[in-house]
């Protein structure tokens, strides 16, 4: 079966600071892979995916992620961290291949600190 | 991407009462999905709703307790009936991508409170 852990429930980044959001993934086949960002009290906004090509995608509001197919990886990444980036960031993969659900990671908080 | 609302945006409802959550699209979508998130924790889909057919609901969700209709292409319903507290949650809808390019695009959600 198709699966993301994402192992931090939270992340503290000073602002300013590199971050890093942390998902693995487990997936029979090529895998799918998406990060969704939800801010307080609002639905979930999409940020960037992998489908194939580059191991880097660039996304929205400054946002990359890098794929690592040996290490099974899809962290989340961002150079200079804003306080505005607060919030609750989810790993996701797509069972393409089986059931075609979105199957999601259990969620880290990002606490990004003035 | 597609621009999706829902109503009402939050509620407060008794025990036992359903509350009815509405979904609409800006455009015409094959598939609607309905999610719940309950408090901390991830999303887990209820169900798919085709427009014509009955809903596929998930392992753990059944038809008379999360009805849904899907009358047209750009709307959908979710009731959660006999509501209880563990009923709690924020429940949210969303689409593929207009040309399936993998990635879904959630409504705001509607976050509800059982008292």
């Known amino acids: 079966a198709q699966s993301v852990a994402q192992p931090e429930d939270q992340v503290n980044v000073a602002e300013g600071n590199p971050l890093t959001v942390k998902c693995t993934y487990s997936?029979?086949?090529?895998?799918?892979l998406f990060w969704y960002v939800q801010y307080p009290n609002r639905g979930l906004q999409f940020l960037l995916k992998y489908i194939t090509g580059d191991n880097l995608v660039k996304g929205s509001y400054g946002f990359e992620a890098e794929f690592n197919k040996s290490q099974t990886s899809f962290h989340l990444k961002k150079p200079s961290a804003l306080v505005s980036d607060s919030a609750l960031y989810f790993c996701a993969v797509r069972d393409i291949w089986g059931t075609d659900k979105l199957i999601f990671g259990t969620g880290t908080r990002l606490q990004v600190f003035p | 991407s597609a621009v999706i609302s829902q109503k009402p945006s939050r509620d407060i409802c008794q025990r036992g009462t359903s509350l009815t959550i509405q979904c609409q699209v800006d455009s015409q979508v094959t598939m609607m999905f309905w999610y719940r998130q309950q408090p901390g924790q991830s999303l887990t889909l209820i169900a798919t709703?085709?427009?014509?057919?009955?809903?596929?609901?998930e392992s753990g969700f059944v038809i008379d307790k999360f009805p849904i209709s899907r009358p047209n292409l750009t709307f959908s319903t979710l009731t959660v009936s006999n509501l209880s507290p563990e009923d709690s949650s924020i429940y949210l809808c969303s689409v593929d991508s207009e040309n399936y390019s993998y990635e879904q695009y959630f409504g705001p959600g509607t976050r509800l409170t059982v008292t």
């Open positions: 709703a085709n427009q014509g057919s009955e809903a596929t609901y």
């Open positions: 997936v029979s086949g090529n895998p799918y």
